[in-house]
């Protein structure tokens, strides 16, 4: 078996886990410890016991977020943005990408892409 790369929140949640299913800890006890509900640990505790404790691991790790705006698209508004408004500060040139071009991206995007 390899190595398993978790947080520590989650390493505490597998900790709390395996103590529920020794029948040290309540299912009530563990919510409170983990600021959840009880039928989120019902949930948790099922795939522990299902697949160990790297089913507590985030699924979502190490994935592209999917809000993520393509490079060509990021490079395309940077170019734009160079060529016709070099001298306006994010919140104008977003406005203007918009207006101007038909590229929608938020002030705070242009913001840091700029820097």
Do not use: C
């Not at 190490?62 to 508004?77: C, E, L, T, V, W």
């Amino acid at each position: 078996m390899g190595w398993v790369m978790m947080s520590e929140r989650e390493l505490n949640r597998v900790e709390i886990l395996a103590q529920i299913d020794d029948g040290r800890l309540t299912v009530d006890n563990a919510a409170n410890l983990l600021d959840l509900t009880r039928r989120q640990v019902f949930r948790l505790l099922k795939r522990y016991r299902q697949d160990g404790a790297s089913a507590i691991r985030h699924k979502a790790r190490g994935k592209p977020p999917n809000n993520r705006i393509h490079h060509a698209k990021r490079d395309y508004a940077l170019s734009l943005v160079k060529e016709n408004y070099p001298d306006f500060g994010p919140t104008l040139a977003a406005e203007k990408l918009t207006e101007q071009h038909g590229f929608t991206v938020s002030r705070e995007t242009l913001r840091k892409w700029m820097i």
